[in-house]
Structure formats: structure tokens, C-alpha cells
């Protein structure tokens, strides 16, 4: 923006990337992923490569989900990869509508072929084959029916780190990838209440984690019956706003009611001594959060990050002209990095010899939230510049290291704050209270920017069926806080 | 040990595992797996479910290593679960001896099969299959060759943690599963000199985890030519002893030459403007980790854990005989349990109606390092009676709570310690110089428990080829500590 005014009115602005999100939102998400240096496509069909500083991002979510559900009492465990695939048949004998697309393992060895290259050994088929994990909903419901005996074993709370696969035909890194990371949960429990409680409530984690460290607010609700995964009694969802109006399905969290634990047996005996059926949840996050994350925050030079998340909080620049100059620099760079060390902050120390120019691009198209320059000039006053990611160059500020020492942990804390706050405002002033169908067929056939609130009743009106189709929309959710009265409508991802 | 004593003379010692390690080590080791709930088969061949507690072993195991690793500049990453077939291919063509027992995935979807179930779908058959990766050498090569451009880009150090899969037909839990999980550790430099003295480095960092989180010695050096990975210019590995003498080949460190750089094309510019080769290193560390921990530690009641990597360093067991007592002894029990909380010290509180022997048999079996017991006399008294788990009930001691959360740092300290100490006993004691192939053949051929460290010449005498066969022997390593003189020979897992 800042530079935008600095190239003169007439001018088309600056921007460090092409296109710009007005300009096109899908080509531009793939450049802040490739300028970020995030992730990039992969040899293998619809996989990505997780690159370094994308990864890390990830680990931080990590970090931070897992020690909220840890606090929950769930116990992480590790299940295995393949899914025998009479499990697949037994979940698919009671839900409807279960996903068929996903990699089948048929042989187990490899041998020379006739031309020389390797092929799958005939003799290796395999007399049943697996398929790898869409999801562990059935090899943990095996597992929790041996777990589970008595009512004392519940709640058993369980929840893995792992990679899934579904073998997906279009693709978008980090949104909809063949492979993906994600955790899923899988909770059972004695009674009906406690598992609907407890798959509202693992949602409320997930809003936590998006408001608290994402910085993403959202609009948390139930899926409608149409929408809900195959075999849940309800699945609930956080629908966060992207900037181009469409919403992302942020996580789910599904009351799975008796289903699963018919189809695998997981059965306790009571306190009356029968035996009874359990009642399971499970709920996933992946990282599809880093996809939300790009195009919540995002702006035309790139991500922005939340600092709570971000890898580096900070970008630490020295600004070398003279070559004379350059270890005195460093030197006072060195002493400034080591007090923010101190305070456990995460900093990025860039005393290369790339130009200065190129490492505050890098920096911004980075998101790192906070960006330190320090030049000759700094070192002298014994002064540190600093300008913040989500302001641009006009929050540009020098002053005494002692205050910028004393301040940077409040300084941190708005970046966060005012990213949130955004946000925010953005989903409010983009959510549009509609009356009947007709206002909300123009609204989309404008293609307008923004999520849709009508009465429930449109769920009904066969006139919207069609809608849905023709306009690529569909309802994102129930709002809790319309207390089931209210939709949610929108395209999305 | 102690109750052998209680149990009189004439009687066969009560033991919480059975079989006892003298009786039957194999299946004593299968047996300390279930007691302790580490882990246990899966529905798939081959596979494991690590169970929670198992996990939380791994998870503690990860954070000090990834730590390590972080400090050494090297950066986590996520490639494809999936291989081109075309990648194996390459490797194979350069490579002799390239393992060939891997799942294939031939198909991308599922449909109804005559029988009513599911069956992969023939018009999904893929044009290539995938591999799952038995290691990622080749697609991390892969990427590591678009990467590399320039020697500003060297070292790269990458690493990432996840699962892997073999065919394997024999599998025992944690030592031998199809599927595991590991970190895989890809570095490449630009000159010889670099990988060599990484591949080294990397090695010491995991004697480093073994001797100072988990307690285990082991001889550190290089594998001989034969037990090379394939297409390394050397394989460098720790061989710990296990209590029945067999070396556990606990971690490796290759160095690739560059052998796979060739293959996949890892070129960079140097200084003097010319393409060159770069130079690459491998190196993995496996939940393997976990079995080679559990029969370098475990007695005849269980595993015992060191308290640097337990999941639990503190079992805190109340001691309720009377109703009336109980939530005095509880409450009590809590304020212990706060204090340790404050120190940081990892306290599983059992505080449910099961009978106190069963919790302190629970807590035994699962090897936690130190046991508090605290009943009506100890709440009266202002004390805690402590049990350490390596040293068994003879180490019971009772102290006042004050001098016990004084104390307790050092007290575990001290089990870390003692458990470091017998193991280096036990294996230095184990290890027996012998001078010719006929001592040798003797030793082996007694099933003598132990290593046997021989003259290096012993590799290039024809009748030590047929021996190795016979006696199920292999050379172990070329110990750093002999500077390649001698070489250890023992059985192994």
C-alpha cells in the first residue's frame, strides 16, 4: 500500500505479487504460497511438497492444538496406514455416501520387468487389498472395541498425528490435496449427551485455536443433514471467511451417535451390568488451516503472518553500505538478537550478503509480522527502526533499543490483536441478512463478495436445490449462535 | 528381586512377567510390550497399534531429538507418502541390493464387487504405479536437485519425521513392523570432506539421545562393506547390547558419496562457476528406538524407563484403606503433586478405587521411575515413602515431604544415571577380545551371551563367510574407538 502511494498516482502500484487478489484471487493464492516459500507441488499427482518454512508453520499449530486437547485429556496414539479393506466394507454396508476414491495397495513387491524396469511381482498380489487411511474411523473403532470392556474405560479419548489419502482429481495446495497431515480424534463415551457435548466442545477447541493463535475468526454452527459426514448423527463446523467471500470449511467435528460403534463393536457393559453400545465422536484439523491462513490474512505482497504462530516473530535486518561499518553492525545486530532471545522470541537474523532490498522483500513475502532495519545511523542513536507486517511502511517507527526492548512483546501482541480485529470486521461487513430466494439469487449471480443469512426455511424450498447447482453455493452452516434458526449460505472451498 | 526373597528359598521367584528373560527372552520382550500397554498387533500383517503410553514414549524420544537436530541447522519438511515407480527404478539401476519388498498402490478408487464387497476398480488402474516409501532418499533427492542451484544454497540439511513402510515377512513390535515411524535426516554439501564429517557428526548426535536420554551405551562405528546401505560410500551406526547379548542396530548415518546426487542430479554451481556434484548424507532413528530401549532396561517385573524420556517420571499412588481417611490422603496426595507439577516433574496421579497393589503393580510394569506411596501413617507424619523402580523395594525409603521435594530432582538424576551405569557394566562385561576363528566359532557356537571384538583380518577369511551363515553372526561394526583395527561380530535383531 505504502508503496503504492510512492510510485505516483498514475502508475498501476507495486505490489511484490502477481496477480493481485483483485485482480485473481486463485492465481495469486498460488504465488503467496511459491513467494513464501511454503510448499510447491510434487512428482506424485496431486501431493505437495511441504518445504521448510511451510512446515514450521505447521509444527507451531501442532504445538499448539496439541497441547489444548492434551489438556482436554486425550491421549495421542498411532494406528497403521492401511485399512484392511473389509473395514472399508463393513463402513460402507451402513453409511451411505462413503468415498470411494482412495489408493488401493494390491501387491507387495517388485521385480524386473521386460523392459528392464521395475513392475509389481504377479506373484505379490495380495490376497486382499488395503487401502491407505481417508480417515481411521474404522481401524480405531476395531482398536476402542478390544479397549473398551466396562464403563470404566470411558471416556477413552484418542487422538493421532498422521498423513491420510484420497485420491483427489482437482487439486490446490494445502486446500485439496491427494495427501494431506491432519490429527483426528476419536472420542467414545457411555452415554448419548456426553458425545454430542463432546463433539461441540472439540469444536470449541478448534475456534480457539483459530481466534487465539490464527487470528482467523469464523462462523461455528452445524452442518446441515445434506452436508454432514457420512454416518454422523451431526457434524459441526467452523466456516471462516476467505477474502474472496468464500468460506473454508475450517474443521469438523462430527457426533457420530451409535454408528460407528455398531459397525465395530464397541460395546461396554454398564453399571446395571448389561452391555450397551458406545457413543463415539471424532474431529479433524489439517493443514488446509494453512491454506485459511494465506487467504484470511493475505495481501498483495504476500502473507501476513499472526505472530502467536508465525515462525519467526521477527525479521532482523542489518543495513550494510560500507564494508567498514558491516561488523560493528553485525555486532550491535548480535546484541539486540540475543535480548530478544532472552524473551523467547523467535527471530530471523538475515546478516547474509544479499542486498538489503532483496532480504525486506523476502521478509515481507514471508509475513514475518515484525521487521527490524538496522543501519549505521540506528547503531549510533543505539536505535532500532521497526516496521509491522499488517501496517506496511506507514507504521514505520524508530526508537531507543531499551523501549523497543520494553515494548516488543505489546508490540507483538497488537499485531495479533489488529489482524483478529480485521478480520473480523471483514467477515461482518461481508455477511448479508437476505429475505427470500430471489434477493439471494441475484446476490451470487453478481457474484458478490460474502456469506448469505436466510431463515431455515429455504432448506426446504425446491427452488433452492437447483440453486445450488447452478450457482455453485452451498449452506455452510447452522450458527450456534442463531440457535438453529438461520443459515449460513455461500460458495466455498 | 525383592519378592524372590519374600517368596522363600525353595520357590520359583514370583515375577511380574512370564516368561522370565532367562526362560525365554523373545517372548518375556512380547510380554513386557503387553504389560506396560506400549503397543500390540494390528489387524494388519505386520503393522502395530501404538497404544498411548507407547506413544507418549516416541513423542518425548521426537522432542529431544528434533531439539538436537534444530540446533545442528537442520530444517523439518514434508515430501510424498507415494514414490514413482520410475524413482525406484533410477535408484535401482545404480544401485545393487536395493530392497524390493514394498507395498504398490496399482489403484486409485474402489466399487462394488460381485459379492456386494468392495473391490479396487479396474478403469482405476493406474498408467505407474507408487511405492509406499520404504525411505525418501529418491524423492527428496528429487527435490533437493531443483533446490540446489548454487553453493550459496549449500549445506542443506532437511529432515522430516513420519512413517515408513517395508513388506517385511517376520515382524516383531517396535524391532521389525512393516510399517514405522522415524525421522530420515537428508543433508548435502558441497565437498567430500563436508559429508564425510557429517555423516560422522549426525551419528554422535544420536549416541548422544541414546546415552543421555535413554540411558543406552553402544559402540559407535562403521559398518563393513557388506552391511552397507546400498549405494552408501559408508554406513556409520551405534550397536547397542541387549540383555541376551544380541547387538541392536540402533540408528544410522550414511554417507552417500555421491551416489544418490547422480542419480537424481543434485548439481550446483560453485565459486569457480563450474557444475559439480553435490555430496549427500542419510541418517534415520526408528520407534525401533523404543524396543532396544525396553531389553537394554527391563527386569523380570518389566520395563524400567529412564526418567529423562518417561512419560511419567512420578507414580503417585495414595494408599485408602478406610473410606474415612481417603480424601484427607487424596487431598494430601495433591498438594504433593502440585509441588512436583511446579518443578516440572511428569506425575501420573492414580488416584481411581482400584486395589493399591494392582495400581503399584501397574506402575511397576510400566516402568515408571519413581513410586510414591503415601497412606494414613505417612499424611500423619508429614512424609512420603518413595520406591525407586531400578533399584526395586530394597530402595524404599520414607522422608519428610520437604526433604523429598528437595531431593527429588537428584533422586531421579541419580536412577538416570545408575541405569547409564549397569547398562555400560553390562555391556563392557560382554565383550570378550578373542584371538582366532576357532575361539570364535567356540563362543558362538555355545550361544555365549555377548560381542566379540576380533583383528580386523577376520573379514577377508573365507571360513568367517560360511561361519556367519551358520552361527547367524554378522560383523557388527568397526568400533571408532579401535580406529578401524578391530571389528565387533555378534548376533543381532
Known amino acids: 500500500m505504502a508503496q503504492a502511494q510512492q510510485a505516483g498516482q498514475q502508475k498501476k502500484p507495486r505490489t511484490a505479487i502477481t496477480p493481485t487478489r483483485d485482480e485473481n484471487f486463485p492465481e495469486w493464492y498460488q504465488q503467496v504460497i511459491k513467494a513464501a516459500d ?11 511438497v511441504i518445504k521448510p518454512y511451510g512446515y514450521a508453520l505447521w509444527e507451531n499449530i501442532q504445538r499448539a492444538l496439541d497441547d489444548m ?5 486425550v491421549q495421542n496414539a498411532y494406528f497403521p496406514l492401511l485399512i484392511p479393506l473389509e473395514f472399508i466394507s463393513r463402513e460402507a454396508e451402513h453409511i451411505d455416501g462413503f468415498a470411494k476414491e482412495c489408493a488401493v495397495v494390491t501387491h507387495h513387491r517388485l521385480e524386473k520387468g521386460a523392459d528392464g524396469g521395475l513392475v509389481p511381482a504377479p506373484d505379490s498380489k495380495l490376497e486382499e487389498p488395503f487401502v491407505i487411511r481417508p480417515t481411521s474411523e474404522t481401524i480405531i473403532g476395531d482398536s476402542m472395541s478390544k479397549w473398551v470392556q466396562s464403563y470404566r474405560d470411558l471416556p477413552m479419548k484418542l487422538n493421532q498425528w498422521c498423513n491420510v489419502m484420497r485420491w483427489e482429481m482437482r487439486t490446490r495446495m494445502f486446500l485439496r490435496t491427494s495427501e494431506f497431515l491432519w490429527q483426528e480424534g476419536h472420542n467414545a463415551f457411555a452415554s448419548k449427551e456426553e458425545a454430542h457435548e463432546d463433539a461441540i466442545k472439540m469444536l470449541g477447541i478448534y475456534e480457539r485455536l483459530y481466534n487465539d493463535w490464527l487470528a482467523m475468526p469464523g462462523i461455528a454452527g452445524e452442518k446441515t443433514a445434506d452436508e454432514r459426514f457420512p454416518g454422523a448423527a451431526h457434524s459441526y463446523t467452523n466456516e471462516v471467511m476467505m477474502q474472496d467471500g468464500k468460506a473454508l470449511q475450517a474443521c469438523t467435528s462430527h457426533d457420530l451417535g451409535q454408528n460407528f460403534a455398531k459397525s465395530f463393536n464397541i460395546q461396554y457393559q454398564g453399571e446395571d451390568g448389561q452391555m450397551h453400545l458406545a457413543h463415539t465422536t471424532s474431529w479433524g484439523l ?9 487467504m484470511t490474512h493475505g495481501d498483495d ?7 502467536k504462530i508465525a515462525p519467526y516473530q521477527i525479521s532482523l535486518l542489518p543495513v550494510l553500505r560500507d564494508d567498514q561499518d558491516s561488523s560493528e553492525i553485525i555486532a550491535y545486530c548480535e546484541k539486540i538478537r540475543a535480548q530478544l532471545k532472552a524473551k523467547n ?6 546478516s547474509s550478503d544479499e542486498r ?11 509475513g514475518i509480522p515484525l521487521r527490524v532495519e538496522i543501519g549505521k545511523r540506528d547503531m549510533d542513536a543505539g536505535a532500532v527502526t521497526h516496521t509491522r507486517r499488517d501496517l506496511g511502511r506507514e507504521s514505520q517507527i524508530s526508537c531507543s533499543i531499551n523501549e523497543f526492548i520494553g515494548n516488543v512483546e505489546k508490540i507483538l501482541e497488537d499485531i495479533q490483536q489488529t489482524m483478529r480485529r480485521k478480520a473480523q470486521d471483514f467477515q461482518d461487513s461481508h455477511i448479508f441478512d437476505l429475505k427470500n430466494i430471489t434477493e439471494m439469487k441475484e446476490f451470487f449471480s453478481a457474484d458478490k463478495t460474502g456469506f448469505v443469512r436466510m431463515n431455515t426455511d429455504i432448506l426446504n424450498d425446491p427452488a433452492f436445490a437447483l440453486l445450488k447447482k447452478d450457482l455453485s453455493i452451498t449452506p455452510r452452516c447452522l450458527p450456534f449462535e442463531d440457535k438453529g434458526q438461520k443459515v449460513i449460505i455461500g460458495k466455498s472451498y
Open 356 to 366: 538489503t532490498s532483496n532480504k525486506m522483500w523476502a521478509a515481507i513475502k514471508k
Open 301 to 307: 505482497d504476500g502473507v501476513i503472518l499472526p505472530p
Open 69 to 73: 486437547i492434551k489438556e482436554e485429556g
Open 345 to 350: 522470541i523467535r527471530v530471523h537474523f538475515d
Open 286 to 294: 489439517s493443514t488446509r488451516s494453512i491454506g485459511g491462513l494465506i
Open 38 to 48: 511454503f510448499a510447491e507441488n510434487s512428482p506424485v499427482r496431486g501431493c505437495m
